[in-house]
């Protein structure tokens, strides 16, 4: 994890025979590292960069049997799992399961806020080595899943059983996405400690936690949190 603004001016790639708006991502009101999002056919793998994370849109995981991919590490998210175990060449790749009530549009937005973000926040950022070498999925947790809520309702007791399927050695990641007006990394800070308390005292995982700052009314004083899982 860095605490330092790195002068990078990358693309983001996903890959997707799924038609994908994205104009979710506004550059002016998102205050992150220089990004563009370019999309791209799932027959493109092949030529990804090794050195960066891929994001794969599919409707089912079998999609992705027979298609090589050039990158080390992806995201692919999906609408079914029908792979079970997962081929040698998916091992290295993070899932997220579409709910009953999401598209792709809707899942891959939900992504991009609680993950990809943290990889292009000016404050405080993950290296995707991060999450692809915690213990959680060297063990195999490959499975991302994703909640959202608004500070006041983190001081809510109401909110404990969000945090009950987090094992106590998981890997947690935390995304901030504050107003820039309320931005301190103060804040974020205490806001942490009350996650940590949530998790409760067994809890001997790993933490991974970024921030940023952004413009959205829709995104404002938004934390993310994420874990992984079988």
Known sequence: MQNNEVDL????????????????????MEHLRPLNIVQ?????????????VAV?????????????I?????IVIT????????????????IYQQTVNENHQQALEKVFNALIKTYFST?????PADLYQSDAFEKGQRYINIHSLQEQQ????????????????????????????????DKIQDLTEIIIEHLGE?????????CNATSKPEQSDLIYLSYLSF
């Open 9 to 28: 001016n990358e693309n983001l790639v996903i890959y997707t025979h799924t038609k994908i708006n994205l104009d979710f991502f506004n550059p002016a």
């Open 40 to 52: 791209e056919p799932l027959s493109a793998l092949a030529h990804s960069q090794t050195d960066k």
């Open 56 to 68: 794969i849109v599919v409707n089912e995981l079998a999609e992705l049997t027979e298609i090589p």
């Open 70 to 74: 050039g990158c080390e590490h992806s």
């Open 79 to 94: 609408a079914k799992n029908n792979l079970t175990p997962l081929p040698e060449h998916l091992s290295n790749a993070l």
């Open 123 to 127: 404050e405080l950022f993950l290296e």
């Open 154 to 185: 983190l001081m809510n007791e109401n909110v404990k059983p969000l945090f009950s399927p987090i094992g106590k050695d998981g890997t947690v990641i935390l995304n901030f996405n504050l107003h820039q007006s309320s931005f301190s990394l």
């Open 202 to 210: 067994k809890f001997d995982g790993e933490i991974f936690y970024s």
